[in-house]
Every structure is written in structure tokens, then in C-alpha cells.
């Protein structure tokens, strides 16, 4: 699901508030594969940062990058991208073509990259973002929607395991960072 132009509006202020994400939104544009999209920790860090203040237990993130190439598998390719964003953006990037996670995640094939960001494992992870255009405009790709995102709630998506999920609780500590989380069981 595509984002409405509110929505997106709401997210790329947030998302591009400062020159760091910015730089990283850039650097995607411009030297990631094609149809590259920056997901997960990028855009929740961001959003739960505006609505609870600075996380109160830091842990290291890194800059996901999602696409969907089912015609070249090859790790290394992504490996490669890395190093050139890394050139760029000094940041720990981690680009991972989606086509080769289904398997890797136990599941079906994916179609494409909105079908294989629809398995994240929450809803307020199961979001990611790319510039348009002239870099003006944020285009916005979110399966459940961004209502979880906004209201700082963590959920499991549909497609994940009980058990992957209740891990991840645990060892993202989102509560403990930001208290204002709520975490839906």
C-alpha cells in the first residue's frame, strides 16, 4: 500500500528532519539498485525519536535497505552496494534483495518488495521509504498502513510466528527506549 500524500507529508517531515537521514535518503536515490527502498529501524527510530524524545538506551542500528531483483541472487551484488553507500554515508548499511529472503525466512516466494515488507515482523516495522522525483517528495510503501507508526505502537504482523515476534520485544527493549511504547500482544 502506497501512502496518501497526508500521510507521506507527515512522514517526510519527520523522516528528513535531519541533514544525517537526509544524506541517507540521497545516497539511496542515487547509488543503491534499482527500486531500493530504506525500511525498518530507519523509519520507526525516526518517528518514535519525534514522539517520545531521544531513545534512553541507544542500540546500534543499522540503514536497511529493501529491494526485489529475483533475477540476480548473488550476495556479493549486495555486498558491493554497501561498500558504495558506505563511501558516500559512513553508516552501517545493510542491503538485502528480498527475492532471496522468502526461503531464508522459512516462507513462500515473494512477489515483489511490498510482499516481502508485508512479512517484517510489526506493523510499525513493516515500512520504508525512498525520495521521488527531484527529491522533493517522499514516497511512502507501508502494507498495514502507518496508524501502528503514528500511534507508537508495536504489533505483530499477521505473518509472523508469536514466538519471532515476543524475541524481538525483548531484544529491541522499544520500551525501555521510549517509554511511550505500547506493545500489543
Known amino acids: 500500500m ?7 507529508s507527515w ?9 544525517e537521514r537526509r544524506d541517507c535518503l540521497r545516497a539511496l536515490s542515487s547509488l543503491a539498485p534499482p527500486g531500493a527502498w530504506l525500511s525498518a529501524g530507519f523509519v520507526r527510530n525516526a518517528v518514535f525519536t519525534e514522539l517520545f524524545g531521544p531513545p534512553r538506551v541507544q542500540l546500534e542500528s543499522d540503514l536497511d535497505v529493501i529491494y526485489f531483483d529475483a533475477q540476480q541472487l548473488d550476495v556479493e551484488r549486495d555486498l558491493a552496494f554497501e561498500r558504495t553507500l558506505f563511501a558516500h554515508v559512513p553508516a552501517l548499511w545493510s542491503v538485502t534483495n528480498q527475492a532471496r529472503m522468502a526461503e531464508y525466512n522459512g516462507q513462500p516466494p515473494y512477489r515483489d518488495v511490498e510482499d516481502a515488507l508485508a512479512c517484517f515482523p510489526e506493523t510499525a516495522t513493516a515500512v520504508a521509504v525512498r525520495l521521488r522525483g527531484n527529491g522533493s517528495e517522499l514516497e511512502v510503501l ?38 511511550g511504547v505500547r506493545v500489543e500482544r
Open 2 to 8: 502506497r501512502a496518501s500524500a497526508g500521510e507521506a
Open 11 to 19: 512522514l517526510h517531515t519527520i523522516v528528513c528532519a535531519t541533514r
Open 142 to 179: 507501508a502494507p498495514y498502513g502507518l496508524t501502528d507508526l503514528r500511534a507508537g505502537v508495536i504489533r505483530a504482523t499477521p505473518r509472523i510466528r508469536q514466538d519471532v515476534f515476543e524475541s524481538r520485544c525483548e531484544s529491541k527493549r522499544w520500551i525501555e527506549r521510549w517509554p
